[in-house]
């Protein structure tokens, strides 16, 4: 039925023999890792909404500022407060035991940071289980709305094929989403619904809907520009879709401002470009850091001018600046994680998915970040310590292994460069594209 509705005129081309099989698969990967996985990460976002539903606090972010550890800080907006405790609220009735769940969390970050999720919820009964299962299956409502979208701006049926058996099994969501527990998904959903809307010729709603999926993760901010002058008419059009875009984000921010103004630095630049000052950074560290910065102000200054001058199909050109915009966004950042990538996916897969050599490179280009980025226990098979706390925890990382016998920081580094020159090769690939589609018109 939801294919059909997807695509009415061609449903019976996506029909095969083992569709039913792959899709009920893909489904009971996602309720096992849902249930059973669980990382640091998904405490923190749960337990300050759990402060709201449960026990009256507003003023969350002044309660972070005055009695959590020194020298943290809080990066999720008040809408991502505000979603997690309506979630939390509905679920309530058979969620039982999650709110003490998170006041023992909060009890602890109050105390020190922690970054072993196993003393959150020991011991294990069936309803950990439950509770996690619970806080996570939005993000599959999230997922399935993403797939539906991406299928109704694929052009051609058998390129939305690959999207759909691609998404089925995207190692980056399965892993940032269903065993991080991260949020992710929900922004990427709200990004791509904006786009299709401005597609689709209602480009002020769409340039909100952008604007709210700002207000879950800030990644989204950098596109509110570059989508409105390639969109807007004229000056005036532009001033007004890019208001529209910044508006909700705004608000957000004026909540946090007032709250906690410490705190509120912290929702304008994305988490992974605010590092702790080095006492002693190296020369090389230094350089490194501003040819990055430089590169990505010069790289921000020339998709502001395609997206003002360009005169080429508007899919085209939203999709493939969008696309620049986010991976260069993440490949120059000085934190890379491989969970940040759900955002950047689907817009990978929507302007490459036509060529033949895309899904091997994205093959090699998943494998590259996950090797490594991926690299300690919390981020492996300590993700599973619901299911054996002991086991799980004390399992040595691939990483542990390789190191006795050879230096893992010499994979980990090879494997960087191949995830940096990937990123920079579908940048380069984006820019030929758009371009060489200008040259075609004029």
Do not use: C
Request: charged share 10%; glycine share 4%; aromatic share 18%.
């Amino acid at each position: 039925m939801f294919l059909r509705l997807i695509f009415p005129q061609n449903f019976h081309k996506f029909l095969s023999p083992n569709l039913s099989f792959w899709l009920l698969l893909a489904l009971v990967i996602r309720f096992f890792l849902m249930a059973f996985t669980i990382h640091p990460d998904f405490f923190f976002i749960h337990m300050f909404p759990n402060l709201l539903v449960s026990h009256g606090v507003t003023n969350v972010y002044k309660i972070f500022e005055d009695y959590l550890y020194a020298g943290n800080s809080i990066y999720y907006s008040p809408p991502v407060m505000y979603f997690f405790s309506a979630v939390q609220f509905i679920a309530s009735p058979i969620n039982i035991g999650f709110s003490q769940l998170m006041d023992k969390a909060y009890a602890i970050d109050t105390t020190y940071i922690n970054t072993d999720p196993t003393i959150y919820f020991q011991p294990v009964t069936r309803s950990t289980y439950l509770n996690f299962f619970l806080m996570k299956f939005p993000y599959l409502l999230f997922e399935v709305a993403l797939l539906a979208i991406l299928l109704r701006l694929s052009k051609k049926w058998h390129e939305a094929r690959k999207i759909f058996f691609i998404s089925l099994f995207n190692p980056i969501v399965l892993y940032g989403t269903y065993m991080f527990g991260q949020f992710d998904i929900i922004p990427t959903t709200l990004l791509m619904l904006g786009i299709y809307l401005i597609l689709s010729g209602k480009p002020a709603f769409g340039m909100l809907v952008i604007g709210i999926a700002a207000t879950f993760k800030n990644f989204a901010l950098i596109l509110i520009l570059p989508i409105a002058l390639s969109v807007g008419a004229n000056l005036r059009e532009k001033l007004k879709l890019s208001l529209y875009g910044f508006l909700p984000f705004v608000i957000s921010y004026l909540i946090v401002l007032v709250q906690a103004p410490s705190q509120a630095i912290y929702m304008i630049i994305p988490k992974a470009y605010i590092e702790k000052v080095q006492l002693n950074p190296s020369v090389y560290s230094t350089i490194s850091k501003f040819v990055r910065y430089i590169t990505l102000i010069l790289n921000y200054g020339v998709i502001l001018a395609l997206a003002n001058f360009l005169k080429i199909d508007k899919t085209t050109k939203i999709l493939g600046l969008s696309t620049i915009a986010l991976l260069a966004l993440f490949t120059f950042s000085p934190i890379v994680l491989f969970h940040y990538l759900t955002i950047v996916i689907p817009l990978l897969l929507l302007f490459f998915i036509q060529k033949k050599w895309f899904i091997a490179v994205f093959s090699i280009f998943i494998i590259s970040i996950a090797i490594f980025k991926n690299w300690t226990r919390i981020q492996q098979l300590g993700l599973f310590a619901p299911l054996d706390n002991r086991f799980f925890t004390e399992t040595p990382a691939t990483s542990e292994i390789i190191d006795r016998i050879f230096p893992y920081t010499y994979i980990s580094s090879t494997f960087y460069v191949t995830f940096f020159l990937i990123s920079i090769f579908l940048i380069l690939v984006s820019y030929k594209e758009i371009i060489f589609q200008a040259r075609q018109k004029s």
